[in-house]
Every structure is written in structure tokens, then in C-alpha cells.
């Protein structure tokens, strides 16, 4: 199998595959590229979705004015993003966006041929599209469709474990694990885990991995994807945000989010004690969400609004606001360990039509969807958010969807500049993965960042001046060392031979896993987190001597185990640093203050006992910057620093001068 490549991409989700695309386009020939993947269609973007899954883009449409000067303050004014890189998303949407319109994606348009839109999360106006809630599976599938007309390679079945530096720091390939060779191993030895690790030369490396899904117990995240953010940690680049994930309410039988028209119709919420049947008729089924607001129009008001404005944010549980339902699933979850439902059969109890607000009557009328019950309404809203869950053996005409506050995406990621290369020259990273999203961003916006990242990554390799590449000679002695060095650490796992319950990594993933949503998810208290930490680094130090994989399986756990948990480790040393630094509550979290404190805030008398530390608004100006010291897998040395957002650019430029700069290829070499 060859073993140089111009270009390597890890992963194979739309961002990735994209990509490739974009190579190709700018005269890389295919040949040259390979996309290396654990298990094709497997990530995120194949398996997510909503109900009407958002793609974010510039308005092509409509009575309403719109323009990416517009459009940039809407990212850059959520809070810790670099102003250029908004800009930059702002501008190439409308490049990606019909990119994906001529491959086939369907999304809507009028008679006219115009790009119809709808509000979204954070969206001041109506920037959001939507092929409907696969939106980014048909984005996947029709991308990857195109990679095989082109005949880019694949390499299927293949773990990267560990991407490679030369002496001045660039990135230059990558070992990966076979798992044609080693998954069905059921007696690993030196010899296999020998053969089954491989390398790959190249001259570029893309990472294009997902977020990290692996470290939460309660997770939106499909189960096939598990992120590989820990090659980027690993191996020293910096990482950004890593503070800013978005959470919120989803279906825990089937993971999905239950945003959108599933609020809008107004379902009934209501819990059960854990041990009572939902199938038992004299269960009795409490609605729960009356103790939190003082009248039922309150109440449907904010079932309502969740709909678009579906992620848990602080700053909407104040007045009575969408987010005190989070709050209260929370709540009834965890501190009175019940299973709480929304039931699409029955509306909430004492509701009326003359109850709903302007707002939500006006939406209803105006879709038709006034319905007697909230099935009938979803079913003439979206039919297909019903079909979707039927697809999955549930039936929402009868049977309640079991719901919690779940990890559905990251928004920080490894740090880039404005052709997405990360600070280990040569290495890029695009999609989730990448952190160019600040504290609030616009639902969809994911998608697009993950489109836009592609193209100038490509740009960017394909037109940048370059030189000093490796030769084949050269790298085979820094690869040949690293596999040594990889393969001592894997020899100590089949090795051990503790057989305790804390030498098996599911174990150990269960409490990673436990403490990441206890206290690193949309709750957070530095004293627990002070303590976590400790615990992660002894977990660490004692990995490689403890834990015990004897099969192929078991290894591949293990090393799934070892990426949450240094991702743990990671993730909640910035949070550690964010609070310790003076931040307070935003985007989809809150800080708990220990002990009263001046400046407390509590949104609503059922949360007294949440001393909720308020937003410190000084540091939406900033961005928090962490990095490993240490360059290797068993020992972690974090160090951080505090930057600057870099201001929105001021952009009017001559034509004739761009022109130039252009076709000379000058543009492509310039930075920040």
C-alpha cells in the first residue's frame, strides 16, 4: 500500500471530504490525496440531524437586507471569536453554500429560483436553510459521492494514532493502526501490533476529526463518532475556546436533538420515578415544569421559543426564559433521579389557544399547524420529524420520548489562522475539530465553518508558497523512531496482567465519562474541578501501567479511553484557567460559586441553591489559548495564554490591486 501522499486527510465527515474536493479542483492530483478514516460514514456528519437540520449562510432572499458586513457581526458579536475569521465565514458562505447546491443538495427554492431562509439560534435575521433533518447526511453522501468520481484514495478501517513532526516543527504524516489487521485479534502480540502499525508520508496533514464526543456520559453525539481531538493535544498545537461547548435537550433512546417544530407544537413535559413504567397506566406522570413558572402562558411561551432557541443558555433562564426548562429537566434528572419525557399525545395540562403568545399563535397559524394535540400539529409542521423517529422503532404517536441535557457540540477546537493552519506549520484543521467558534454561534453555522474551512485549506496548500519538504529517507527516521516509541506504549497494555476492575478502560471511560458531565458539561464548580483534575493526571501517569487490553478490541477501547482522557484533562484545566481568571456564566453554561458571594445571581427562587456567578463580560474580548509542552501520549504539560480578539478587518479593497494580487498568487501568502 503507498506510503507517500502530498496530502493527507483524517477523516471522512463532510468537512474532510470536502476538502479533498477542493484539492482536486486546484489541480492536486487525486492520486496524490488520501482520506484516512476509522470507519467511513461513521462521524457525525452522517448520523446527526434535527428536525429541520440548519445550514447557516448569507440571506440570498427576501424583503430583508443582508451582506457579510452584516453577517460578521453576527459571529464576532457572540463573544471570543477573531474578527477575521468571521469575516471570512461570512463571506465564503455563499461559495460553500452553492457548492453544495450544485452537487445536489436540495435545498428549498422558490419559482423565482430564490434561497428561501428561516431565523435560527442566535440569528438576528434569516440566514438558516434546510434540506430537512438529514440535512448533513445528503451534504456527506453526496460529497463523498464526488470523491469516488474523482477517485481519491480511502483508507477505511485505519485509527491514526499519533501525527509527526520534523525537526523544525512541521507536520510531515502520521502512524495508524490497520484495523483490518488487528479489530478481530482476539490474542494480540508484538508481532501484530507490529505489522497492524503503519505510517504515511506527506507533505500536508488535514485534521478533520469531529469534536471530542468521547467524554460525555450524556451525548448528542451519534455513537459511531468518538473525535480524535487528542492528536491535536498530542502533538503540541494550540487549541482554543475549549471553555465553549454547546449542550442541550435530546433524546436519550435514539440520540437526537428534540429542537425546532418538536418544541414549537408545544408538547407536554412531565417525569416519572425511576422505578415506575411509562407503560404501567397507573404510572403517575408529574408535569413538572409548573413549579418553575407562575402561569401556564408563561410556560407554553417558553416549550415555544425552545424551538429556536433550543441550546442551554445562561442568559435565557432569567424572566422566565426558554433555558429554565433546561434547568428543570436538570433538576428532576439528576438531583431527583427521575426519567423525564415529552409526550407529543397529549397537551400540557390547563392549555388553551387563547393562552399562547403573539408570537407563538401567529407562527402556528401562519404554518396551519393549529391542530387540536401536538402530534397532529407536528404532523402537518414537519411529517418527517415523525418519520424520522419511526425509522428508529419509535412511534411518537404513542410512545414519549425519554429526554436529558446532553453534549451536542464543541465550540472551541484547535486554534487556526485565516487559512485554517493550525500552529504546527502545515498541519490544518477544519470542522469541528477546528475552534473558530466563540461563545454563542448561530445554529447551522457548524456546517458552514466546516465547508468554508475546506476551501481555504485548500487554497491555502494548493497556492501557498512552500518549501523544504521531506524527503522520504529523511522521515523514515523520524517515523521509524516514533513507531518504536508508540510501540513500547502499546506493548505495556497486553502486557499487564491486573485484572482488577480499574484495569478495564471501560471502567475507567464510564467515570471519565460521569465526571466530564457532572462538572465540565453545562454545570460547573471550580472546586470539583480542582479536584477531577487531580485524579485525570494520577489516571495519566498510571495509564500505560494499568490498564489491560488483550485484544484487538480491547487495545482499540483502551486508546478510545486514552483520547477522553486527555481531552478531560485538557478541557478542564481551561475551564479551571477561565474561572480562576474571573469568568462567570455564558453561553451554554454556568459557574457555581462555593460560597455566597457579592454579584450572585439567582434567575428564579427554584434554583436558590445555585449560587450562579455572573457573565464577565471583559473577557468576550479575549481568547484562551492552551498547549502541550510535552510530546507524548503518557505525559501531558499544559501551558496557556490569554490573546486579543483580532478586530473585524477593514475591507475595501481596489479591484485592479486584488486582481493582481490574485492572479500572482500573492493573497495566498499572506497571514493575519
Known sequence: MKSHFHTVIIGSGAAGLNCAIELVKRNIPPEHIVIITEKLGGGTSFNAGSDKQTYYKLSLGGEIADSPNKMVHTLFDGGSMHGDIALIEAT????????????GVPFPHDQYGTYVGYKTDNDPLQRGTSAGPLTS???????????????INIFDKSLVMEILKDQKGNACGLLYLDLNEIESCDNLSEVVLQKSLKMIHSNFVILATGGPSGMYKYSVYPNSQWGSTSLAISVGAKLQNLTESQFGLASLKFRWNVSGSYQQVIPRYFSISTEEDILDPNTECREFLYEYFPTTEKLIEAIF????????????????????IDMAVHIERIERN?????????????????????????????????????????????????????????????????IGVCA????????????WQSSIPRLFAIGEVNGSHGVHRPGGSALNSGQVGGIRTAEKIAYGKWRDFL??????IIANSAKLRLLSLLYKLILNDEKSPESNHHYLLEKIQSRMMKSGA??????????????????????????????????????????????????LTSIQIYITHGGGSRGSFLIINEVD???????????????????????DEKILEIYNNSYAHEEIQLDSHWVTCRPIPKVNPWFEKTWAQYQDREIFNKEN
Open 408 to 419: 451536542q457540540h464543541c465550540n472551541g477546537g484547535v486554534s487556526g489562522d485565516i487559512w
Open 597 to 619: 458571594e457579592q454579584n450572585n445571581s439567582i434567575y428564579n427562587l427554584k434554583l436558590e441553591k445555585y449560587q450562579i456567578k455572573p457573565r464577565n463580560f471583559d473577557l
Open 471 to 476: 524527503s522520504m529517507e529523511e522521515f523514515l
Open 338 to 402: 427521575r426519567k423525564v419525557f415529552i409526550d407529543f399525545s397529549q397537551n400540557p395540562k390547563n392549555f388553551a389557544w387563547e393562552k399562547l403568545s403573539v408570537e407563538a399563535k401567529k407562527y402556528l397559524e401562519k404554518t396551519g399547524s393549529i391542530q387540536p394535540i401536538p402530534i397532529d400539529r407536528l404532523a402537518h409542521m414537519n411529517p418527517k420529524a415523525i418519520n424520522l423517529y419511526k425509522s428508529h422503532g419509535i412511534d411518537l404517536y404513542t410512545e414519549p420520548l425519554e
Open 92 to 103: 465564503c458562505s455563499v461559495q460553500a453554500f452553492m457548492n453544495l447546491v450544485n452537487l
Open 522 to 571: 453545562y454545570i460547573r464548580n471550580l472546586n470539583e474541578i480542582n479536584h477531577i483534575l487531580e485524579i485525570s493526571r494520577k489516571e495519566l501517569n498510571n495509564f500505560f501501567s494499568k490498564i489491560h487490553a488483550n485484544t484487538g478490541r480491547e487495545l482499540l477501547g483502551a486508546w478510545k479511553t486514552l483520547d477522553a482522557l486527555i481531552c478531560q484533562l485538557t478541557y
Open 305 to 324: 421559543l425552545k424551538g429556536y432557541q433550543w441550546p442551554f443558555n445562561a442568559e435565557r433562564i432569567e424572566n422566565y426564559g426558554s433555558s429554565l
Open 137 to 151: 447526511r445528503q451534504m456527506g453522501k453526496l460529497l463523498l459521492d464526488e470523491v469516488r468520481q474523482r477517485k
